[in-house]
């Protein structure tokens, strides 16, 4: 099977052999048998395995839409392992969770994300992979029509896509060049410079901070959520560009079975762009085709959506 090729499994099934090594995509049967929801992953042109994993599965309402993706650190060893653990352990915490209901205020929301990558890294660190005990970067997105979540720990992003505005990217990287930018460096020279990627954050072997940076807004008409790895957004740093290209692959893309774009051939075109380009990583693709967002007023001067801190 095709490593961009999605997989129908349990939530307790890591999937089958492909020819890349064990499959990158978590899928739960509920989450599969939605037409809103796309995934797919690919290890590139330069890498021999895939480091990235994809987890994603619903609530059992079928409100709340659950995106991670992790990266593994490709300089420690059980990187590919690093990932999947952290992404199913993350996934299936955050699932659980929402049979409690989603967090009302902020404290509850950053404890719930917090819980859930404590509990990621905790697996890692408890289950090393033979070669050892590697380590990755991880978002996490909760997503329903009321209000998207988002978490992350590392460069792995997420996107807000409207259907008219702007795009919006709503992680904030733990890198080198970040932490620059944030003492007031351009971004373009931050991002120009040497080791202007190298993480400051990541889960698994040798982490010391695991606090995640969380953000709540509340979508206000239909669009895309995207939860991407490295191996998408180098290619395309600018969101309203990454928006434009999402627009493009969903209007050329043929209708799913609701008879709208079809969210699995837009994320397989967007990892078949990455490559493209050059495919010089592993490129993960997670989407949420937010349909049934009603159209509302934009937020007050008084209460802009903003990170939940």
């Not at 690919?42 to 890498?47: E, I, K, P, S």
């Not at 970067?137 to 997503?143: D, G, Y």
């Not at 998408?232 to 600018?238: A, E, K, S």
């Not at 079975?257 to 079809?262: N, Q």
């Amino acid at each position: 099977m095709h490593s961009s090729e999605r997989q129908l499994m349990t939530t307790s099934d890591i999937g089958s052999a492909t020819p890349h090594g064990t499959a990158r995509i978590r899928i739960s049967q509920a989450a599969g048998s939605r037409a809103d929801i796309g995934v797919a992953t690919d290890v590139g042109l330069r890498h021999p395995t895939n480091q990235d994993f994809a987890a994603v599965d619903v609530d059992r309402d079928g409100c709340h839409v659950v995106l991670v993706v992790a990266d593994g650190v490709s300089s420690t060893d059980g990187a590919e392992d690093a990932a999947r653990t952290a992404a199913t352990t993350a996934c299936d915490y955050l699932t659980a969770a929402l049979a409690q209901g989603l967090p009302v205020s902020d404290d509850a929301v950053i404890s719930l994300f917090g819980r859930a990558v404590q509990r990621a890294h905790q697996a890692v660190v408890d289950n090393p992979a033979p070669e050892g005990t590697g380590a990755c970067t991880l978002v996490s997105a909760i997503c329903s029509v009321d209000r998207i979540l988002v978490a992350n720990v590392g460069d792995t992003r997420a996107y807000w896509f409207p259907a008219d505005g702007a795009a919006r990217r709503l992680t904030v990287d733990d890198s080198v060049a970040q932490a620059q930018i944030d003492m007031g460096m351009s971004r373009e020279e931050a991002e120009a410079g040497a080791g202007a990627h190298a993480i400051t954050k990541w889960i698994g072997a040798r982490a010391t901070d695991l606090e995640p940076r969380v953000l709540s807004i509340r979508p206000r008409m239909p669009g895309w959520v995207m939860v991407c790895s490295d191996g998408l957004w180098n290619h395309v740093p600018d969101p309203t560009d990454l928006a434009g290209l999402v627009g493009h692959y969903a209007a050329a893309a043929a209708p799913g079975a609701d008879g709208r774009p079809d969210p699995d051939a837009v994320a397989a075109a967007l990892t078949e762009f990455a490559n493209a380009q050059g495919g010089f990583d592993n490129v993960t693709v997670a989407l949420w085709r937010a349909d049934d967002v009603p159209v509302r007023p934009e937020a007050s001067p008084s209460s802009p959506d903003a990170p939940v801190e």
